[in-house]
């Protein structure tokens, strides 16, 4: 079992900025990959970015050059930096790791954004 620990999220105003953290309650690099998506309110939850054990990355493409997914081992905790937001990226954000062939959610963190 695997928990995991969002925070970061809050209410910005367009082209602001934030910065998500997520920490896993057992050591990162055993993590297949790691991942960021969202889900706003009546739409269905969508891949913002991922990050494999080796570090590849994979973007939605509406939020390509405005987020970066990365991870720190030393700290463990994987982030996505978020810049030039836009009122559609509001929503809930929730980290999931893959680990042995399963997948596990974070509680999610909202995120807000106002034009």
């Known amino acids: 079992q695997v928990q995991l620990v969002e925070s970061g999220g809050g209410l910005v105003q367009a082209g602001g900025s934030l910065r998500l953290s997520c920490v896993p309650s057992i050591n990162i690099a055993a993590m297949a990959a790691m991942s960021w998506y969202r889900q706003a309110p009546g739409k269905q939850r969508e891949l913002v970015a991922s990050?494999?054990?080796?570090?590849?990355?994979n973007y939605l493409d509406s939020v390509k050059g405005r987020c970066t997914i990365s991870k720190d081992n030393t700290k463990n905790t994987v982030y996505l930096q978020m810049d030039s937001l836009r009122p559609e990226d509001t929503g809930v954000y929730y980290c999931?790791?893959?680990?042995?062939?399963?997948?596990?959610w974070g509680q999610g963190t909202q995120v807000t954004v106002s034009s």
């Open positions: 990050i494999t054990s080796s570090a590849p990355t």
């Open positions: 999931k790791a893959r680990y042995v062939l399963r997948g596990y």
